[in-house]
C-alpha cells in the first residue's frame, strides 16, 4: 500500500531474522510466505524486514499485502460493511481468487498487473511485476494464513495489545464502530491461528505453533 506508515523497531529486526532463518531452511526456489495477525501487531514491519534481510542474501522477495486485494474500495468499505452487517467483515471482503491468481503467477516466474491502493488518494493503482527473478513472496494481513503458503507465521497479539500502534499508523478511524470491527475481525483471524506453522510471541520472538509436531 502506498502511503503506509511502518513502525520499525528492534524486535522486529529480530523476529524478521528467525523468519529467514526459517525461510532459509525450505529447499524450494519459489516459496511463499504467509504472516498474519490482528490490525497493529506488525505484520507490515516483519515483512518488511525479512524481504530486506532476504534481499541481502540475494533473494529478491515481493511482499503481496491483503489490503490490496479487498473487494471494496477503502473509502466505500465502512458504509458497505453497515449495510451489509458487521457479519460481513472477514475472508469474503478479500478477492482470493485474484491473490491465487498472483501467487500462481510467481510460482510460474510469469508477469502479473497487481492493485496497489494509494492511501492518499484512495486510488487503486496497478503495479506491473516480474515474478521471473524473485525468490519469496511474502503476503501480510489479516488474514494471509487462508493462502497456500510453504510457511505461516502468526503474530500473537490481539487488538487490545496494539491500540497504540494503531493510533499511531493512522490508517483507520478511531470510534465505536471502528473498534466492532475490530471485534470482529479479532473473531476471524484467531480462527485461522491454527493453521500457522509459528508464532511471534508479543515479546517478538519466533516458536513453533506445535513444539511437539
Known sequence: MLGDVLLIAEKHERAGAQIVARIGDIESDKVVVAIGGESGSGKSELAHVAARALKDRGR????????????????????????????????????????????????????????????????????????????????DGLYPLHVDADLRVFIDLTYHDTKKAQLLRGKEPDNEYRLSVLKREHEVVQGLRPLANYLVTPEFNLVKANPAA
Open 60 to 139: 529478491l522477495t515481493k511482499i503481496l499485502h491483503i489490503d490490496n486485494y479487498y473487494k471494496v474500495r477503502p473509502q466505500d468499505r465502512e458504509s458497505w460493511r453497515k449495510e451489509n452487517g458487521i457479519e460481513s467483515v472477514g475472508l469474503g471482503e478479500i478477492d482470493w481468487e485474484l491473490l491465487d491468481e498472483h501467487l500462481d503467477a510467481f510460482r510460474d516466474g510469469a508477469k502479473a498487473v497487481l492493485p496497489c491502493i494509494d492511501l492518499l488518494t484512495d486510488q487503486i493503482d496497478e503495479l506491473h511485476t516480474d515474478f521471473d527473478t524473485i525468490s519469496v513472496v511474502i503476503v
